[in-house]
Nanobody
Framework: VQLQASGGGLVQAGGSLRLSCAAS????????LGWFRQAPGKEREFVAA????????YYEDFVKGRFTISRDNAKDTVYLQMNSLKPEDTAVYYC????????????????WGQGTQVTVSS
């Protein structure tokens, strides 16, 4: 499985970005895809996840009401719509895939994208 994350950039506080994670080489139709982020000097942290069935989504508390995760199975792509961005959202965002239930621990995931930088200016 290969994951290609894109959509990061520089945005002012209060602005929006939409991240995409395009998956290729998946041989399984189930599983979960998660978004994680890592700021300089900090540990990688869970942001949101979605099952490939689309039936379940999960969010970390600090993004609830601001971020929305969705998927387009026809394109094997998962999106993370980020609204009302804050400077503390600045980080490299990674998408990760696994053939199993959702998990907030990054070690649960088997496949990782290369990361996309999100910078929110105040």
């Amino acid at each position: 499985v290969q994951l290609q994350a894109s959509g990061g950039g520089l945005v002012q506080a209060g602005g929006s970005l939409r991240l995409s994670c395009a998956a290729s080489g998946r041989t399984f139709s189930t599983g979960s895809l998660g978004w994680f982020r890592q700021a300089p000097g900090k540990e990688r942290e869970f942001v949101a996840a979605i099952t490939w069935s689309g039936l379940s989504t999960y969010y970390e508390d600090f993004v609830k009401g601001r971020f929305t995760i969705s998927r387009d199975n026809a394109k094997d792509t998962v999106y993370l719509q980020m609204n009302s961005l804050k400077p503390e959202d600045t980080a490299v965002y990674y998408c990760a895939d696994r053939n199993g239930p959702y998990g907030a621990n990054w070690s649960f995931y088997d496949y990782w994208g290369q990361g996309t930088q999100v910078t929110v200016s105040s």
